[in-house]
């Protein structure tokens, strides 16, 4: 199975700013990673798949990269909606979600 | 508009039986297949399996096999995740997501609202 190692597991930031997360996953997952924002009380949302292609209606400030075993997202101009736990999901053998994120205001 | 919707909370006690529908709407149900996801208090998402709508064929992922068990029908638009014989650790909040799919699912663009089960004697 593949295994996800996401990090950091928590981040404060401050309104405008920039947060990166990361995860590694334990084989080349070719690119087949989703990025989900999720908020208590409701379904998580899919930002982004196959590495950097955002969802419609999700604002540019989101962004992915990345290729082979390592990936990253980005969100750039904090707004407090983006206060939440997103996660990665790889989806090139079976499924596994990356452990979390944790974000919130400094 | 494309929705899933689950149902309500739910208090059982061990060794009891839980069944959650998914209700889908907006789509072709047959179309995309329906997946399970679990949330441990406090913890992160694990996916727990999916069922292809089309065939009816389930897949439990390896720590979801034996006590659960994924089921249509089909008629209702309505996917359904049954766990039988209760455990302490099956309470969680549960969702239904749905995918499109080759071999196996990928990416789940539309997610349920989840359904908190409560296992305490």
């Known amino acids: 199975d593949i295994q996800m190692t996401q990090s950091p597991s928590s981040l404060s930031a401050s309104l405008g700013g920039k947060v990166t997360i990361t995860c590694k996953a334990s084989q080349d997952i070719n690119k087949y990673i989703a990025w989900y924002q999720h908020k208590p009380g409701k379904g998580p949302r899919l930002l982004i798949h196959y590495t950097s292609t955002l969802q419609p209606g999700i604002p540019s400030r989101f962004s992915g990269s990345g290729s082979g075993r390592d990936y990253s997202f980005s969100i750039s101009n904090l707004e407090p909606e983006d206060i939440a736990t997103y996660y990665c999901?790889?989806?090139?053998?079976?499924?596994?979600f990356g452990a979390g994120t944790k974000l919130e205001l400094k | 508009q494309i929705q899933l919707v689950q149902s309500g909370p739910e208090l059982k006690k061990p060794g009891e039986t839980v069944k959650i529908s998914c209700k889908a709407s907006g789509y072709t149900f047959t179309n995309y297949g329906m997946n399970w996801v679990k949330q441990a208090p406090g913890k992160g998402l694990k996916w727990m399996g999916w069922?292809?709508?089309?065939?009816?064929?389930?897949t439990y992922a390896d720590d979801f096999k034996g006590r659960f068990a994924f089921s249509l029908e089909t008629s209702a638009s309505t996917a359904y995740l049954q766990i039988n014989n209760l455990k302490n650790e099956d309470m969680a909040t549960y969702f239904c997501?749905?995918?499109?799919?080759?071999?196996?699912?990928?990416?789940?663009?539309?997610w349920g609202q989840g359904t908190t089960l409560t296992v305490s004697s």
């Open positions: 997501a749905r995918s499109l799919y080759g071999s196996s699912p990928y990416y789940f663009d539309y």
């Open positions: 069922i292809n709508t089309y065939t009816g064929e389930p």
């Open positions: 999901l790889q989806y090139d053998n079976l499924l596994t």
